[in-house]
């Protein structure tokens, strides 16, 4: 099945569609220069490649994809997510079905195709600051290669059908705007993964400390250090902050009371 939100009576609705029922779903709200006629939004892969501190990741390229679709690398437009482009987890905050949570990085120095051989790409910088217990629990799963795959939310202006095509294709997405990027478990395209720069070491939690380049993880530290390690003031503000932000409020005073030293 696909998935497509349709845009009626002014708000975004699910609807699912065969291979068959996509395509004329397309036929009938488009024109015959294959303007779309109603907005909508979909998904397809990102791929990953690690280079130093951020990701490089390819948004788009003419792959054909498990919904035999392909996306044309040159026609995306990418100037309202310039303004705020944000990187979220498994589409939240733009999908109705996802729980909203806030973004985990940004995007930089995204790079428009000029034609079907090139590709859409772009720089994730991870929320590394130490405050983002899930962000920083992503970009470790990225570095790991545990997670290998990205998604992009679209909307599109201008669809080609294509009719009886020798490998399968059924649309070919012309023109369309990007909305968001996620990190995501399972792609769209089958050939999505990760291709890592050889001289990039992999990040392990015994090297922590010794990387000067990373952020603190307070809570690794406690893990590693001595028996009656303990963390400063301001390291146990910042510990006490991550546990108040992931744990229900019936369970805040007992957070309390341990850093308070009375457990």
């Known amino acids: 099945m696909n998935t497509l939100f349709v845009k009626e009576q002014g ?32 998904y397809t892969t990102a791929n990953i490649k690690l280079e130093g501190e951020g990701f490089s990741w390819v948004l788009s390229d003419f792959t054909l994809d498990r919904d035999m679709e392909r996306m044309d690398p040159s026609g ?3 100037k309202e997510y310039k303004k ?6 498994s589409h939240s905050s733009s999908n109705m079905f996802a729980p909203d949570v806030p973004a985990i990085g ?6 428009k195709a000029t034609d079907e051989k090139g590709q859409l790409t772009g720089t994730v910088i991870f929320d590394e600051s130490g405050f983002d217990p899930l962000a920083m629990s992503i970009a470790s799963k990225v570095r790991q290669g545990i997670l290998t795959t990205g998604s992009v939310g679209f909307m599109t202006k201008v669809i080609e059908i294509i009719e009886d095509s020798k490998d399968g294709t059924r649309l070919i997405h012309r023109k369309q705007e ?16 990760i291709q890592r720069s050889a001289e990039i070491p992999e ?3 015994e090297n922590i400390e010794a990387t000067a380049s990373m952020p603190k993880d307070y809570i690794s530290e406690l893990l590693l250090g001595d028996e009656g390690h303990e963390t400063s003031v301001s390291e146990t503000s ?22 308070n030293g009375k457990n």
């Open 238 to 259: 910042n510990l006490q902050t991550m546990f108040q932000d992931t744990i229900p409020d019936e369970g805040k005073s007992n957070i309390k009371e341990i850093f």
């Open 11 to 42: 708000i975004f609705t699910r609807k699912e569609f065969s291979d068959t029922d996509l395509v004329d779903w397309f036929k009938e709200n488009s024109d015959d220069e294959g303007n779309v006629q109603q907005e909508t939004v979909a």
């Open 84 to 89: 705020n482009p944000i990187v979220l987890w």
């Open 178 to 193: 990007l909305m968001e990027f996620s990190i995501v478990n399972i792609p769209a395209n089958p050939k999505a993964q």
């Open 106 to 111: 940004m995007m930089k120095n995204i790079k």
């Open 76 to 78: 995306w437009d990418v």
């Open 203 to 205: 990040t392990r939690v």
